[in-house]
């Protein structure tokens, strides 16, 4: 709570008369005024001078602050939402104005609302964040930057953009020779890989091709050349 000199302690004489001093408060220091009183000694003399060193009281200051501070969005899926929130700091009693701004903006990520202004009364704002159907996948930086006078401080919240899901087929043989009216069947093993956490069944069915029959779980990849 107090203040600090340095150095603390020195000589001087009359061939090197001065010292500087450097007095300094640290953080937490109690608002006030301070007496420094240098003493020096020589012998049997004694002298003294004083400082005054007044700590003043520190600025109001604010802090923005998000949580969560990183969301994942599916292109044209549901909305995800961070809560906004204004710390006053030092007895910040005012009013900031926030804007959100969006980092890539080519990206088609939308802000709800993109601006909106916090005080310690008014002190959270719930924002959501979309990515519409088409929307680019990628990492996403939005800023919330508030502005109260000559204060300025920003928070961000960090936005993934998934690729929507998605699945690929794949034939093994990929082509194969069958005769009209043999018995034998050409067997072909047709495989699904699902892709950025498709979890719904996939249904697979075989085109309608005169002559040709179709046993379940074996299919004839047919192409036909006019």
Known sequence: GSVNVTPPAF?????????VVTISAPPGAIP???IITFN???GVLGHA???????AAPPPDFSLGASPSSVSLT????PQSSTITLTPI???AGSAAVNATVSPSSGGLSVTPAAFNLSPASATQPV??????????????ITFTGVSGVLSRTTTVQAIVMAPPDFSLSASPSSVEVTAGSPADALITVSSTGMNGLTSNIQVNAPSIPG???TPGVHVNYSETV
């Open 11 to 19: 000589n001087l004489s009359p061939a090197a008369a001065t010292q």
């Open 32 to 34: 006030g005024t301070y």
């Open 40 to 42: 020096g000694v020589s």
């Open 49 to 55: 001078t004083t400082v005054q060193a007044v700590v």
């Open 75 to 78: 292109p044209g899926g549901a």
């Open 90 to 92: 030092n007895g910040f």
């Open 128 to 141: 959501s964040f979309s990515a519409p159907a088409g929307a680019t996948p990628g990492t996403y930086a």
């Open 212 to 214: 040709v029959t179709f």
